[in-house]
Nanobody
């Protein structure tokens, strides 16, 4: 079992910055990928960025160049540094943990990010 807790969401003006964090606990050993997904009202959940335990990072085209995903030295916490935020970035952001050799996905409860003037 893996538990994920996100924090850092809030209300920010367009062009502003915000940093999200997610800490994983439980059975988190072994190769894995952690990442951020988001879901706006009326839309499907979409990938934002991922970071593997090997250090490989991937980004959605919509956030590339604006968002940065990182993992701490213990590989149990990820961050999403968001800058140049747009109203289109408004969504609930979910932390995801995926063991490399398992189809299992673990999700946090989500944190709301609202970009509005």
């Amino acid at each position: 079992q893996v538990q994920l807790v996100e924090s850092g969401g809030g209300l920010v003006q367009p062009g502003g910055s915000l940093t999200l964090s997610c800490t994983a606990s439980g059975n988190i050993f072994g190769l894995n990928v952690m990442g951020w997904y988001r879901q706006a009202p009326g839309k499907e959940r979409e990938l934002v960025a991922t970071a593997s335990s090997g250090g490989v990072r991937n980004y959605a085209d919509s956030v590339k160049g604006r968002f940065t995903i990182s993992r701490d030295s213990g590989w149990n916490t990820i961050y999403l540094q968001m800058r140049s935020l747009k109203p289109e970035d408004t969504a609930v952001y979910y932390c995801n943990f995926r063991p490399f050799n398992s189809p299992t996905d673990y999700w946090g409860q989500g944190t709301q990010v609202s970009v509005s003037s």
